[in-house]
């Protein structure tokens, strides 16, 4: 028997890894199950930064998208799992050209 059922996405109209996500109906406990969301496409447009001493995820952002929020951008397409991993053991980080910028299906 399936336990969940009635399968949507919700979707958002602005940038985030959350513009589009699946939802289910599960029968068991009469509750909403919220799935997995998309990854950035790592096959997109990027530039290749150098680290510097004062580099931080969301001053990059800050210098390439103009917004700090969106640092998670960043970390997403170079797969750092913690937001607050000191990137100076980077040599270089690569950034997204943030209208390339796609979710895979």
């Known amino acids: ?5 009635n399968k949507n996405y919700k979707q958002y109209q602005f940038v985030s890894r959350y513009t ?4 289910y109906y599960n029968t068991l406990d009469d509750k909403f199950i919220y799935g997995l969301t998309a990854q950035i496409d790592k096959d997109i447009q990027y ?3 150098k680290i510097k001493d004062y580099d931080t995820l969301d001053n990059l952002s800050l210098t390439y998208y103009g917004r700090p ?3 998670w951008i960043i970390a997403d397409f170079n797969n750092i799992q913690d937001p607050y991993k000191d990137i100076q053991s980077l040599e270089s980080i690569k950034i997204p050209t943030f ?4 979710y895979k299906k």
């Open 47 to 49: 530039v290749t930064h």
């Open 20 to 23: 589009s996500f699946p939802y």
């Open 1 to 5: 028997m399936d336990r969940l059922k």
């Open 69 to 71: 929020d969106y640092y």
């Open 99 to 102: 209208t390339a910028i796609k």
